[in-house]
């Protein structure tokens, strides 16, 4: 069975490019414009992995790791965050909220796909 | 389309100005009328006197003969209005023409069509893009679009 | 939605998206500098621009953003202050991006050099002390849809510091709310815990914001909260229905109830089937979704059009017109009451198809005011002044072809006034005016014309350098008396400029010519006003319509022509004395006011003598009147104007063409021409 991806990006073609990188490589991905969004569509789990935008609308990306950390449903399950290096300050503050790995943009295709091998196993 | 030495034919209509026979390709030909009420312009050219109504447009009528310095020849029985559609200034535009009579639609080859003579010419050799014969009669190949853009 | 998959195309569209709400945010912004939304809307779009810009090879334009986005990054955070030159920058560098987006070689890296400099000499400038808010801001939208929202509260939430209000308020936000409370579970007073929540609300919530944006207002009390939210749809209907889908009634309670005749609500609440309050929130929620269907009704009911089609139904109104008429002139020679009696119904109906049809080509004003809000603001910045925009009207709706035809002698107009009506900010001071000019567009109905102003508080017109200059070019002799009207017409005349100094903006003398004619084009008239050291108003007055006008036929010779009844003043008789007094000048005497006029038959050369009581028709243009001496004055006429084609550009004194009622083609009048031509007729005039 394919692992389920959630993508959170208020960037659409980030989103696109997200799902044609991952979704080539043969998981399922469910996209998200923005936290609530995210939660919407996925609060109830059945996730394997979350990858999710800081600076977003209604519900920036801290926020979203924060109320996916409440839900039993995302315990154990790895959220990575994409952040660029002006949000530095962000970076500590995401792993307080309970993130388990970043990803710097801009990033290559290869490489978000190997960081999300390397998380998933 | 100038004269080409190809063996293609193509259609034209025929007409009478002052006793000379012109054609106009008949792709540009819309339609062919008898005289209808015409509405003079004030001040207009002499070349553009008028204005008909031609199913709900107003279209101006033209008068070539004025172009040619033929003698103005008085409305009789026999004359039409040749509807013609051409690009003008860059807009398609749709102009009445006054002909003593209409013959026929002829099928002249362009072979047959030959430059106009440089000199011998009654009229503005730029006014005429080719002269061709139709069994023993010269038929002039107005160069339409030329003479309205020359105004 | 969009069906490009490729994320490169996407980006170029997201970021065009983008832009257009970083401009409109940065607009806003300079009226409004506190507003965190429109800082975080502008933050945003520069940080996704980036972002994204950075994934799908825009190095340039990532690069390029990524300080701007800095000094927005340190305003949402409250170091920074949004002053009127960081956003003067953001605009410039708005721009700027989109070249960048647009290509390499589509921006001057000069220039964007010069933006990232100021950028950063402003963004080491102090911090300006102001307190970080969280920031919210609008999400994505989608469809209307009526959520019936069902909440209530533990009971010891309200112990627990949760107040349901600002939910309230919240979902109020996102579009027309109907909140009941719910009060059944309310005990007697001497059980009632006063700090308990025994309340439950039902919401009736009509939005375009996503079932994730309603669930986020309750995130935080999720836990503690008991919510339902469901989509209503518009299927809102019969009471019943309302309370079997709320799951309050049930069906065959219903249907059997139902079957009596009395209201169904009362008996519904007598037989004990549904509480009262149950009944008042379902009426709510039917009264909810009837007002919001109908509410919706007006905001979806509309459906695009190419203007082509539109086009081609106005002219085939036209003909419509044009055949009516004809109708019309044939049935007047008819007894047939029948005949006639059908013929009027046809005329009422062709009339009524040609008013909605001219509505539907109508648009608001305000499409064309909005673009002046960015012309303004970088065109007083370049020239060092400070200028407000106010703008009123804007619903007046017009032609969108005249629309269309207006902007560019708007554009003329204004930059005018900012650059030679308004003062800078010393001057003003130095005449006792505040420091900030006032722009001020305005837009009005008038009949079946529309009113545009344009007014500045400026330093007004120069009569005096009018004066000279219009002596300078022959258009007056000097120490001629001229009222002031006609001094400030001059300003029209082409050639004219009264900059002393000629800038970059105007000043070169075309402008106001352009403008004149643009006008006439539009069969409209433009009129000044200006007082001295207040300002100056330029009204340009227009039609409704360029298809159709009501118009005045008549008769010259054996030739009808069609003058368009706006213009007309009255017709009167020609008397002998005026028609004989062939010498000297053609005037006339209306109630005292000396009208010069012409005589048609012959300025069209008509061979045919003149009806012996000739007319005159009195028609004006721009505050001026002419007399129009007519054989005879024929009526009304519904007039679909044809425009003349370019054989006939050399013709002046008509505007276009109609077809009558008998088929045969009538020339319209220009009066605005004629009206310049009977009033020169007079002074010396220019040779042109």
């Not at chain 2, 072979?111 to 061709?132: L, N, Q, S, T």
């Not at chain 3, 060092?384 to 017009?398: A, D, F, I, P, Y």
């Not at chain 3, 004006?620 to 370019?646: F, N, P, Y």
Request: aromatic share 4%; with cysteine; charged share 25%.
């Amino acid at each position: 069975m394919s692992k389920t991806i959630l993508s959170v990006d208020d960037s659409a073609s980030m989103r696109q490019m997200v799902k044609l990188t991952l979704g080539g490589a043969g998981y399922e991905v469910i996209e998200a414009s923005d936290g609530s969004d995210a939660l919407a569509k996925a609060g109830g789990g059945g996730v394997h992995m979350v990858l999710t935008d800081l600076n977003m609308p209604n519900m920036d990306g801290l926020s979203l790791i924060r109320e996916l950390r409440k839900l039993p449903a995302y315990k154990g399950v790895p959220i990575i965050f994409l952040t660029t290096e002006s949000d530095g300050g962000k970076k500590s503050e995401a792993k307080a909220a309970g993130a388990t790995a970043w990803i710097v943009k801009p990033f290559q295709q290869q490489q978000l796909l190997d960081v999300v091998r390397k998380v998933l196993g | 389309m100038p004269p080409a030495s190809g063996n293609r034919s193509f259609e034209a209509l025929t007409f009478a100005l002052s006793g000379e026979i012109f054609a106009v390709d008949a792709y540009m030909v819309r339609e062919i009328l008898d005289i209808i009420p015409v509405t003079e312009v004030p001040g207009a050219q002499d070349f553009v006197p008028g204005l008909i109504n031609v199913r709900g447009r107003v279209v101006p009528l033209a008068d070539l003969r004025v172009k040619f310095g033929m003698e103005v020849a008085a409305i009789s029985p026999d004359t039409r209005i040749v509807v013609v559609e051409m690009e003008l200034f860059g807009e398609a535009t749709i102009v009445g023409l006054l002909a003593d009579k209409v013959y026929e639609v002829a099928e002249l080859t362009e072979a047959a069509i030959e430059d106009p003579p440089a000199i011998g010419m009654k009229w503005r050799p730029d006014f005429i893009k080719g002269v061709g014969k139709h069994g023993n009669d010269f038929i002039f190949i107005p160069a339409i679009e030329h003479i309205f853009a020359a105004g | 939605m969009a069906a490009a998959t490729d994320p490169h195309q996407i980006f170029l569209e997201e970021a065009a998206e983008l832009l257009i709400q970083l401009e409109a945010a940065l607009l806003s912004l300079e009226a409004a500098p506190d507003d965190r939304e429109l800082i975080a809307t502008a933050f945003r779009a520069l940080h996704t621009i980036k972002g994204s810009g950075a994934m799908f090879g825009f190095d340039a334009v990532a690069e390029f953003t990524h300080q701007l986005e800095s000094a927005f990054d340190r305003v949402r955070n409250g170091q920074l202050a949004p002053s009127a030159e960081l956003i003067g920058i953001a605009l410039a560098a708005k721009d700027h991006i989109r070249d960048l987006i647009g290509g390499p070689d589509a921006a001057d890296p000069a220039a964007g050099a010069d933006l990232l400099c100021r950028v950063s000499q402003l963004v080491g400038a102090p911090a300006a002390p102001s307190q970080a808010a969280p920031v919210a801001a609008e999400g994505r939208r989608e469809a209307m849809v009526t959520w019936r929202i069902r909440f209530g509260l533990a009971a010891d939430s309200l112990e627990r510091g949760i107040n349901p209000l600002p939910l309230l308020d919240e979902l109020r936000s996102f579009g027309p709310c109907t909140v009941l409370a719910l009060t059944d579970a309310v005990p007697p007073l001497a059980e009632l815990d006063p700090v308990a929540c025994y309340l439950r609300w039902d919401v009736m919530l009509t939005t375009d914001h996503p079932r994730g944006d309603i669930e986020g207002v309750f995130i935080f009390v999720a836990d503690e909260c008991e919510l339902q939210l469901e989509a209503v749809g518009d299927a809102g209907g019969r009471l019943g229905d309302i309370l079997v889908r709320r799951g309050d009634a049930h069906p065959e309670t219903v249907e059997t109830i139902a079957a009596g005749r009395e209201r169904l609500g009362t008996l519904l609440v007598r037989e004990g089937v549904v509480g009262e309050p149950q009944l008042r929130s379902a009426l709510a929620e039917q009264k909810h979704v009837r007002e919001a269907a109908g509410s919706q009704a007006a905001a979806i009911g509309s459906v695009r059009v190419p203007a082509e089609r539109l086009d081609n139904l106005m002219d085939q109104v036209g003909e419509l017109v044009i055949a009516q008429a004809r109708l019309k002139q044939l049935v007047a020679a008819c007894d047939d009451g029948h005949i006639k009696a059908v013929a009027e119904e046809i005329e009422r109906l062709s009339n009524g198809l040609r008013d909605t049809t001219m509505g539907i080509r109508t648009v608001p004003i305000g499409s064309l005011f909005d673009r002046f809000r960015r012309l303004v603001r970088d065109l007083s910045h370049d020239l060092g002044k400070n200028v407000r925009l106010t703008m009123s009207g804007e619903e007046t709706e017009l032609d969108k072809t005249v629309i269309e035809r207006l902007n560019d002698p708007l554009v003329h107009i204004v930059r005018n006034s900012l650059d030679h009506g308004i003062e800078d900010p010393d001057a003003r001071e130095l005449a006792g005016k505040p420091r900030q000019g006032c722009l001020q567009l305005s837009a009005a109905h008038s009949g079946a014309q529309v009113l545009v102003k344009v007014r500045d508080d400026g330093r007004g017109l120069d009569r005096d350098r009018l004066r000279a200059k219009a002596e300078e070019m022959g258009l007056l002799v000097p120490g001629a008396p001229i009222t002031d009207a006609e001094l400030l017409q001059t300003i029209f005349h082409p050639g004219l400029s009264t900059a002393a100094q000629v800038t970059s903006v105007s000043g070169r003398g075309v402008g106001m010519d352009v403008v004149k004619r643009a006008v006439d084009g539009l069969r409209g008239s433009i009129e000044v006003a200006s007082v001295p050291g207040e300002g100056t108003e330029i009204a340009l007055t227009l039609p409704l319509t360029l298809a159709i006008i009501d118009g005045l036929l008549v008769r010259v010779g054996n030739g009808r022509y069609v003058i368009p009844l706006s213009a007309v003043e009255e017709c009167v008789e020609l008397s002998t004395a005026d028609d004989l007094r062939h010498t000297g000048r053609n005037f006339l005497s209306i109630r005292g006011d000396l009208v010069p006029f012409i005589r048609l038959r012959q300025t069209f050369r008509s061979p045919l003598p003149a009806d012996p009581y000739q007319k005159v028709v009195i028609v004006a243009a721009a505050e001026r009147r002419v007399g129009l001496v007519v054989d005879q004055v024929i009526g009304d006429h519904q007039t679909v104007i044809k425009s003349l084609s370019r054989l006939h550009a050399d013709v002046a004194n008509f505007s276009g063409a109609t077809i009558l009622g008998d088929g045969t083609v009538a020339l319209i009048l220009d009066v605005g021409h004629l009206v310049a031509e009977g009033q020169a007729a007079e002074p010396p005039r220019q040779a042109s």
